[in-house]
């Protein structure tokens, strides 16, 4: 991998594309497994600038400057301070949401403009998803002035918090009696946490691209709570993150994440490392016991033990050894440049770490015990734990966000299937400011089937994931032009339709579909879409969906996810065993329709 020039999967441009899928998942597949998508080092380059000026740099010397806790640069005469504490969590949550931090650029599908968010937030005409049918006042999928000033609304209020100097606060100087700084005053807090709510409730994109279900909580405590009272909940909010991750990986599917997220990462340039998380290289690329133990034992264990020894811990030490661990398990996290692009997140939850649980250790009177008052404490753990809780048990009524499972592989994830020539019209969608990213890519000069070609390595990534091989199945018993087709990635399309996508598949799922279809119109059979819910935590399958953009949902069924992560990725023997559950009677399968199943 040079500097300027990638790694392109060594394959013959012109004959390439006429191949079968299945040959050229092979193919693409076996590439990934030493170079991962092969991109030029100048990108991750591009990142680590944007990371260190834009958000270290950047956001340190904005919010000591307007804290009054000194130079950005005197690290030891800011780190412990609250306000600086508080005012970076705000500065992560305006970059998140105006675009510039998680899912931006090349590594996360954007080419071309290399920034979602506010491109497509602030433009009316835009699609938006809302997330309850029900709630009133959120009817419709177009973006209006309204939605528009809500949003800037949002950010403003955001910068407000930020730029503004801290007000005094008793509980603070009961805590720490030299303190003048001040906190973030909770006045200031009420706009955010209420447009968070307004924007959410009217487009879910824009919530989930904040993270709303980490830092809204966080505002929130910052705003009703004393100091001491902010600082165990604050601890309590990232030990759930922490702990609901590290359950989520239970199972089956985290083992096929980490292969291909360590072949991804330019941080392990030697090849024969890359090779050791797969079982025989190159004729068995399911992940090996070295992928099982990194998934294991350096993911699950890590994020359940090492938080549980900070929350409880009164030992100096031990506790030390814990923060240790926690920044160097995000710094590997960042050093991955995992597609979804989340280094901001991680960087900040390494800094919050080393505040929270050394700056305000349990034995200076910040352990769980120490709140004020154990119905409060029971109330935030309750809580913290609703949704991750329900949406483990019912993934299709919560985000995976909310859920807790972050990088866990049990995502909802979909595979879009067009007939010939179909996807450009997806380039005559109304106030979309993007194109397609194949044509980014020729727009950046790539030739046309290079753009293909690099376009079809994210299906690939695809295969290498538990949910991969089920979603395929699917394609190929429903299709048989499927190697006339163009399959995309769904997580990277959805992308240029509606500005951001962090691995949720509940952002491109019957919703977009529709609202796409509004605006375009695909012929039957131009659009077909093939849609998987995540797994719930009691069951052993997955719950798939066709779907028909001209049509609606025209079957359903289920997988089990053994059959899914026993088989290799380009499915050398053939679809796994599916069950279907329900047939559209105009839909592939011919069959007479019955009763469907729930959502």
């Known amino acids: 991998m040079g500097f300027t020039k990638g790694d392109f999967p060594p394959v013959d441009v012109e004959t390439f594309l006429g191949k079968p899928l299945r040959e050229r998942l092979k193919e693409l597949a076996l590439h990934w497994v030493q170079y991962g998508f092969g991109t030029p080092k100048m990108i991750h380059t591009i990142y680590v600038v944007k990371l260190l000026l834009l958000y270290v740099a950047g956001g340190t010397a904005l919010v000591t400057w307007t804290s009054g806790a000194g130079p950005f640069w005197d690290v030891a005469g800011w780190w412990n301070e609250p306000i600086v504490y508080q005012k970076l969590v705000l500065w992560t949550v305006f970059l998140e949401v105006t675009g510039l931090a998680g899912s931006w650029g090349p590594i996360a599908g954007k080419f071309k403009p290399m920034t979602g968010g506010i491109v497509f937030w602030a433009r009316p005409g835009t699609i938006r998803l809302r997330p309850w049918k029900r709630v009133p006042f959120t009817g419709g999928d177009r973006r209006t002035v309204v939605d528009v000033l809500l949003?800037?609304?949002?950010?403003?209020?955001?910068l407000a918090a930020i730029v503004l100097p801290g007000a005094p606060s008793a509980s603070l100087t009961a805590a720490l009696p030299d303190n003048t700084s001040g906190l973030v005053s909770p006045a200031l807090l009420i706009a955010p946490i209420a447009l968070y709510v307004l924007n959410g409730l009217r487009d879910k994109t824009i919530?989930?691209?904040?993270?709303?279900?980490?830092?809204?909580?966080?505002?929130?405590?910052?705003?009703?709570?004393?100091?001491?009272?902010?600082?165990?909940?604050?601890?309590?909010?990232?030990?759930?993150?922490?702990?609901?991750?590290g359950v989520s990986k239970f199972g089956l599917h985290f083992t096929n994440v980490v292969a291909p997220m360590v072949s991804n990462s330019p941080s392990v340039p030697a090849k024969w490392i890359k090779r050791l998380h797969y079982r025989d290289f190159p004729r068995d690329i399911r992940p090996s016991k070295v992928a099982t133990f990194m998934a294991h034992v350096g993911g699950t264990t890590v994020e359940i033990v090492t938080p549980l020894v900070l929350l409880l811990s009164t030992d100096r030490r031990l506790t030390i050894a814990g923060v240790v661990l926690m920044v160097v398990f995000h710094l590997f996290i960042t050093s991955t440049f995992p597609l979804a692009a989340p280094l901001e997140w991680n960087v900040l939850f390494g800094y919050l770490t080393v505040f929270l649980f050394l700056g305000f250790p349990a034995w200076d009177g910040y352990g769980v015990g120490d709140m004020s008052s154990p119905w409060l404490l029971a109330g935030i753990v309750a809580a913290l734990v609703f949704f991750p809780i329900l949406g483990n048990l019912r993934p299709d009524l919560v985000s995976f966000l909310p859920s807790m499972r972050q990088y866990a592989g049990n995502w909802a994830s979909a595979l879009w299937a067009f007939a010939p020539g179909a996807e450009e019209k997806l380039n005559t969608l109304p106030h979309r400011p993007t194109m397609n990213q194949v044509d980014q890519l020729q727009a950046m000069g790539y030739p046309r089937a290079v753009a293909e070609i690099t376009m079809q390595q994210t299906i690939a990534w695809r295969s290498m994931h538990s949910q991969g091989r089920g979603l395929f199945s699917v394609l190929m018993k429903n299709l048989p032009d499927l190697d006339r087709r163009t399959v995309r990635e769904a997580e990277f399309g959805c992308?240029?339709?509606?500005?951001?996508?962090?691995?949720?598949?509940?952002?491109?799922?019957?919703?977009?579909?529709?609202?796409?279809?509004?605006?375009?119109?695909?012929?039957?059979?131009?659009?077909?879409?093939?849609?998987?819910?995540?797994?719930?935590?009691?069951?052993?399958?997955?719950?798939?969906?066709?779907?028909?953009?001209?049509?609606?949902?025209?079957?359903?069924?289920?997988?089990?996810?053994?059959?899914?992560?026993?088989?290799?990725?380009?499915?050398?023997?053939?679809?796994?065993?599916?069950?279907?559950?329900?047939?559209?009677?105009?839909?592939?399968?011919?069959?007479?329709?019955?009763?469907?199943?729930?959502?």
């Not at 966080?218 to 004393?226: D, E, N, S, T």
């Not at 996508?501 to 529709?514: K, T």
């Open 207 to 245: 919530f989930l691209a904040a993270r709303g279900e980490q830092y809204l909580p966080a505002l929130v405590f910052f705003a009703a709570l004393p100091f001491a009272d902010m600082i165990i909940a604050a601890k309590l909010l990232i030990c759930t993150v922490w702990i609901g991750a």
């Open 495 to 599: 992308n240029s339709l509606i500005g951001f996508n962090f691995g949720d598949g509940h952002l491109h799922n019957i919703d977009l579909i529709n609202a796409v279809q509004s605006r375009v119109g695909f012929a039957p059979g131009e659009w077909i879409v093939v849609w998987v819910e995540s797994q719930a935590i009691h069951r052993k399958v997955q719950h798939y969906q066709v779907i028909d953009a001209a049509l609606g949902v025209i079957e359903r069924g289920t997988w089990k996810v053994s059959d899914a992560v026993r088989e290799h990725p380009w499915l050398p023997d053939g679809p796994i065993p599916l069950d279907v559950t329900w047939t559209h009677d105009q839909g592939v399968r011919g069959a007479v329709a019955t009763e469907p199943l729930p959502g």
């Open 151 to 158: 949003y800037l609304a949002f950010l403003a209020s955001l």
